[in-house]
């Protein structure tokens, strides 16, 4: 039956009952053939009284649309249906907070950011030409691409916008349209705001890269973010390293919450928080917040939420890490979420965060083999290959779960992390633990998308490589996910009088490799076999390969010609998949052959690619763990930036015959709340049929909340 395509696939992708198969060789053939049948129908039977039959759940369109170098996916959210009333209502509220911040992202990623979004949304919805010129149809594309990036600078590349219409076509099109419609300052006319905005669009040395991290420039300078407003990096520098006592064992995380500013020749903060800078949006999430205190599941979510609220109203960052710890020790909540000032991958100095959110509930049956992980979390810190010195002597509070995503917003949408690991503050994860969670319908969607689209075929060397990816692959690599989250960040410790932003710029490739790292040398030890995390001592060289050829060379595709590795998480696959094949050149542990007249990747020697992923998560533990600033510098400039022009051109031009997006994204479940005649919820319904173009212009007539100028 499952050879004719009766029986849904994934039935059978269950880890326990297929390695039983797999490593059972005295089982014949037919008598596994009838274990198969006997699990189908026990499956099938067990799915007949949900709502969501696994049949259903393969009908599922994840594909939305795709356009530049983007592909737009949906994704579901089994189990919401199962959720008690109050824990919907909970969502509801938790998703309507989220969705409130959505203008703050938009304006820390640039100042002009909301008013080119507003203008272009207006010309595209209010436009009286004619709208199947390739001008108009340029537009269209360039605006799909600042909702993607939550601006005009790439989201990962971080590059600006080449936009495909003409400035005369811009400038027309503006006039066409309704005035009101336009986000005009006081006495402002249309075509003066078209003088204004144009520059940023069109030319190329405005405003060209959001974050710049070339070494030697002033990177606040020349970084399009909005963070810092007429200062230069040593000023920012200065300012922050006189607040830093470095006796405090308990920091605050300087400059978090704030952009950082001249004004009248005398540097100050301006604060995010009710009442000041951005203060209009987070009026809205205290608002829902609030509400969704009410409805909390037990005292100890309800205290949570309470401290952000006050931490939204104050701004100060102490109640932040008071938030911090009372969301790290809250663990017996089903639903949780994420909402605020959060990661600092967008700012250059790696200190300010971008604003995002994440509402989510526990995937309960998924979370086993998370649980299994972190309650072994001192072994795998006593078993590390890093230097006793830098070893945390006891793990503290480590947990993690895979969860169900119901809804992203912020820096999480419409791309989004498969894992996060919170909060990142260091001294609370030493003293007081962290979450760790993998994001198991996000996961899932990506994988139902990627099924059959000939990516492997084109870069995968051998069958061999093949038969093990396609064996292996999604399991090592939600594995590999599970450790970089749930230990890796956890792990290790700074020493004594350390500052957590010794490492500048480097700090955030540095911090992402030493996590990768992690995840790549224990997704290979016996003790996952032990576990029962993996089936075979060789299920492991699945992650090795794909890593590897992605380090080396598929993630070159997000790369335009010509440019350096920039973003942080590609930087640090880079420095790992670079630093092992220079150091194990000599014994041929890692080659790039040609074949065929194309490049690919071949390991020779696993277990001597796990040795050097040890040696060089050891020396990345001690540049953290000390602060050898000079050691980021030359493991990041020399293994993560430079591109190799030659390769580069032949991973674009293979890659763009499969017409493929590198980048991927989701659209949201849309959350309608049922009430009665009293106005009381009696259930909240969720739905997936909203289009890419229909949710953005919904969230931005409905939850757009801040004024076109931020000042």
């Known amino acids: 039956k499952r050879q004719k395509g009766n029986i849904p696939e994934q039935l059978f992708r269950n880890t326990s009952f297929s390695s039983f198969l797999n490593t059972n060789s005295h089982i014949s053939r037919h008598m596994k053939k009838q274990l198969i049948a006997c699990a189908a129908f026990a499956l099938l039977t067990a799915c007949s009284g949900s709502k969501t039959t696994t049949a259903e759940a393969d009908k599922f369109d994840y594909t939305v649309e795709q356009f530049a170098d983007l592909q737009i996916l949906r994704y579901r959210v089994p189990g919401f249906e199962n959720l ?99 986000p005009l300052a006081e006495g402002q006319t249309a075509e003066q705001l078209c003088d204004e905005l144009s520059p940023v669009i069109f030319d190329p040395i405005v405003m060209p890269k959001r974050v710049n991290q070339a070494a030697g420039e002033d990177l606040v300078l020349t970084s399009a973010c909005n963070y810092y407003d007429g200062v230069t990096q040593k000023e920012a520098e200065d300012f922050y390293n006189a607040m830093k006592d470095p006796k405090d064992e308990t920091p605050v995380s300087y400059g978090l919450n704030s952009r950082l500013v001249k004004e009248n020749g005398k540097i100050q903060e301006k604060v995010w928080k009710v009442g000041g800078l951005y203060g209009q949006a987070i009026d809205k999430i205290v608002y829902w917040l609030k509400k969704a205190e009410g409805v909390a599941e037990n005292p100890e979510q309800k205290a949570v939420i309470s401290e952000l609220i006050k931490f939204y109203e104050t701004g100060d960052l102490k109640t932040f890490d008071e938030y911090a710890i009372l969301w790290v020790k809250d663990l017996n909540s089903l639903v949780d979420f994420v909402n605020g000032f959060t990661e600092s991958y967008g700012d250059p100095l790696g200190m300010k965060a971008s604003w995002e959110s994440l509402v989510n509930f526990k995937d309960m049956e998924a979370t086993h083999r998370t649980e299994i992980i972190s309650g072994n979390a001192q072994w795998f810190e006593d078993h590390s290959p890093v230097d006793k010195l830098f070893k945390k002597d006891e793990v503290k509070g480590v947990s993690a779960k895979v969860i169900t995503a119901a809804i992203l917003a912020g820096d999480l949408y419409p791309a989004t992390a498969i894992g996060i690991n919170l909060p990142n503050s260091n001294w609370i994860r030493s003293h007081h633990g962290s979450k760790s969670v993998t994001i198991g319908n996000i996961t899932d969607a990506y994988n139902k998308a990627a099924h059959g689209n000939g990516f492997n075929e084109e870069f995968v060397y051998s069958d061999a490589e093949l038969q093990l990816i396609d064996k292996y692959a999604d399991l090592t690599g939600e594995l590999h996910t599970d450790l970089h989250e749930c230990l890796g960040h956890g792990s290790g410790k700074l020493l004594p009088g350390v500052d957590p932003d010794a490492l500048k710029a480097y700090g955030s490739t540095i911090e992402e490799a030493r996590a990768d790292l992690f995840g790549l040398y224990y997704v290979a030890d016996p003790k996952l076999v032990e576990l029962g995390l993996t089936p075979n001592e060789d299920a492991y060289k699945a992650e090795y390969y794909t890593y590897l050829m992605n380090g080396l060379m598929t993630q070159l595709v997000r790369i335009e010609p010509g440019n350096n590795v920039e973003e942080a998480h590609m930087r640090n696959r880079q420095l790992i998949a670079r630093w092992v094949f220079e150091k194990g050149a000599a014994d041929k542990v890692v080659e790039l052959v040609k074949k065929d007249g194309k490049t690919y990747v071949v390991v020779n020697d696993y277990e001597k690619l796990r040795e050097l992923f040890g040696e060089l998560l050891s020396e990345i533990q001690r540049i953290k763990s000390t602060g050898d600033y000079q050691g980021a510098h030359d493991l990041v400039e020399n293994y993560a930036v430079k591109v190799d022009p030659v390769l580069h051109a032949e991973v674009l031009e293979r890659y763009k015959k499969l017409n493929l997006a590198p980048y991927k994204g989701f659209v949201n479940p849309k959350y309608e709340a049922v009430v009665d005649a009293a106005g009381k919820i009696t259930d909240v319904k969720v739905t997936y049929d909203e289009g890419y173009a229909e949710q953005m212009l919904r969230y931005s007539k409905d939850y757009s909340n801040l004024p076109s100028i931020n000042n």
Do not use: C
């Not at 998703?95 to 909301?114: S, V």
């Not at 605006?143 to 601006?151: A, P, Q």
């Open 84 to 182: 008690s009333l109050q824990q919907k209502e909970l969502v509801y509220y938790l998703t309507e907070a989220a969705l409130q911040g959505r203008d703050i992202l938009f304006d820390q990623n640039g100042k002009y950011n909301l008013r080119i979004r507003r203008t272009l949304e207006a010309v595209y919805t209010g436009y009286k030409g004619d709208k199947n010129t390739p001008n108009f149809k340029a537009m269209e594309v360039y605006l799909k691409r600042v909702w993607f990036s939550n601006g005009i600078h790439h989201h990962y590349g971080s590059e600006k916008f080449v936009p495909g219409f003409a400035p005369e076509f811009f400038k027309e099109a503006v006039l066409s349209v309704d005035a009101s419609t336009l």
